[in-house]
């Protein structure tokens, strides 16, 4: 499994609590959340996204993240019409052996 940066989830609960991004709000999540923290880290990235439309990159997130799921669905559906396909065929074929 890869390792999520515990940061970049401060910076989320924070946006999505509607509280400001800042350094020591984000080391406060880290400390709540007993996770390693380095100030300096946090004012880069608090710097870092300030002024960013979290709405946006949440929602081209999203997609991005969908697209493979849809890809795997479509696949999932395309083999149950085959063997949907397949089990008429074979039903048939019993049908007529019946009436020979």
């Known amino acids: ?3 999520v940066d515990p940061y970049l989830h ?3 609960l924070l946006h999505g609590a509607g509280k400001e991004v800042s350094a020591s709000a984000v080391v406060s999540v880290l400390k709540a959340a007993g996770a390693e923290h380095d100030e300096a880290k946090a004012k880069v ?3 870092a996204v300030k002024g960013a439309n ?3 990159l949440l929602k081209n997130a ?3 993240a969908a697209a493979p799921v849809a890809a ?3 696949e999932t559906k395309k083999e149950e019409k085959k063997d ?3 089990t008429e065929a074979q039903a048939a074929e019993g049908l ?3 009436f020979g």
């Open 1 to 3: 499994m890869t390792k």
């Open 10 to 12: 401060a910076v989320l």
């Open 72 to 74: 795997v669905h479509a």
């Open 45 to 47: 990235l608090a710097d």
């Open 84 to 86: 949907e396909g397949k």
């Open 62 to 64: 999203t997609a991005v």
């Open 96 to 98: 007529a052996s019946l």
């Open 54 to 56: 979290f709405e946006e």
